[in-house]
């Protein structure tokens, strides 16, 4: 059985700084498309020899390297375009692929063959397999009633959909026509749905009766109906039923079928406002022997509009263009050497980018496994179960996840996972003691690629590399074309060090605009308040010498006191040494002219009392493995801490709760209730004791 290397097993990491953990075989890097795309891109004037050098001159020629991805790649224009990329005096206003049409859904189901496209697992259980085949037959068949309702080029389409093949069906029938894609995942709340489809105001409304959690089936019918009811303009709500039954919940009159309780095939509902469809009524609106089309659209034509989190007020929406699917391509094949005869999974939610990310893999004539339910249940191994039956050769998931199965001591070493060569993590910085947790107890010989870019571009400004080694606690490279930096604390901008993460470049993947932001104020505020040509991302790193990157916290949550600054993921990762602390987080609380370090911690034993031994001890652990300005000064315990519901911590919104400012959509957290444990709390209104560490 491997050995937990997590906090839970009280054991801190061997692994030193930089430690190399997996380095591909010089045969294996000759073969990957990396290098065949560096062989390739020689005919566009490149010279070097190796990744840095490509990436230099990816960023200093950034309009030659997408000409020759797209060519490399055979991404397909209806139209090809008259100019790559035209400049403006903002980034905001740069235009790529000028003059171009193109069709998104077009590229996605350019397969045609008998292999498998989707296969869905709902928790332990295999319910539907489909090739592309099937797929393209199902995508008509949408379109068709689609079109039937009156949708048309730039509509707006909304999902409340848990990660089921219909949702991937309905997504490219949608941007087939030219309409608008947004999704959310249905263990939102009634508020935080309205709160993101109530802005985009769409046309149809697409919502599974229920979704599966821990071998329960939850019903969508109420929250269904009462997000129709605060979403003015909809036309049609169409409710489709969960793949492969339905858990036996029984209907009012006792039978199980395709309807919701009570509910007709098709109604007018709320005094006649919108049509209440169920699938089979939806689809028999379609024209009979509907043949596929694909809408021939500007480059800049929306296709996906995204969210952002909502922690710190309504969330944003981001309206982005195909330029999401070609920056895709380009992070499957080159830096994930995704291939036709691969399998590929991540864990995500139709709420998170990841699922767009994950959906783009059909270019690549890949074969996708979606899950819905739970990660850890009916037990800690379902996912590697799944995995192992499906032979999957890329595995997606996140630090919260990795954490949860170290602590639950799961032995993996038995599973076969042959196919198994890659495993990457996002929505956290990935600390050393994971990279050791999956070494030792998941697999040694495989790449763990820790990825991080941000919805607002749905991408990666640092990414996995087949040609390039893993080190610890690190990401291996910054993403092709994507000109990374950091800004110090005096504003300069550097390529090497600690700061910020700027981006000095336009790439197609950032969003077209904000919507509901006629004159871009939002869109400049969120990035570009300082500089319309630099994109300030909100994330403080460090590049080094090497190459690799480390993510260490948003820039905007950074502790700051004595004007030094601490990326949070530090102390995190500190305190993962403490097998008696489950959980932390840290704010910066204004004192005395400064701001002081304020720790929070969740014990792993809830009935154990944090005692001054207790804080001692993290305070001394701190000033020995960081150094005394990151000591905490004051330390409290809490019953647990909110996360977003893509897993991140809400830093912004318990430092707003410790200082009792408004905090915006609660319902966009995981368990909001939690904050109330973070105000008015009276150890906050107090100096610590004279001689702190920590402590000016």
Known sequence: MGLSVMKSAGQKTTLSEHQILWQPAADACASTQLKSFMEFVRQFGWEGQDYAALHEWSVARPATFWQAFVSFSGICFQEPATQVFQAANSMRNCRWFVGARFNMAANLLRHKTEKEALVFYSEAECR??????????????????????????????????????????????????????SSCSPDFGVRAVIDRFGQIKPRILIACEGYVFKGRFITGHELNHNVCAGLEDLQALVTVPYPGGQFGRQGSDGDVDGLLPGQRAASATAAGRYLDLNLEAFLAQGARNHELYFESLPFDHPVYIMYSSGTTGKPKCLVQGPGVLVNHVKEHVLHGDLRPDDTIFYFTTCGWMMWNWLISALFVGSRIVLFDGNPLYPGPDVLWRMAAAESVSIFGTSPKYLEALATSGTDLQSYALESLQVLLSTGAPLAREQFEFVYKNIKADLRLSSIAGGTDINGCFGIGNPVLPVRAGELQCKALAMDVRVRDEQGRIQMLGNGELVCMHSSPSMPLFFLNDADGSKYRAAYFEDDDTIWVHGDFITIHPHGGLEFLGRSDATLNPGGIRIGTADLYSALADLNWIQDSVAIAQPWQSDVRVVLFVVLTDSSRHLSAADVATIQKHIRQVLSPRHVPAKVLSVSGIPYTRNGKKVELAIRKAVLGEPISNRSAMDRPELLDEFMNRPELSQAPATGRAGCK
């Open 128 to 181: 539907s397999r489909w090739t592309y085949t099937e797929l393209g037959r199902a995508v008509a068949r949408w379109q068709a009633a689609l079109l039937a309702l009156g949708l048309k080029p730039g509509d707006h389409v909304a999902a409340l959909m848990p990660n089921i093949p219909e949702t991937v069906i309905a997504m490219l029938a949608t941007t087939a026509i030219g309409a608008v894609w």
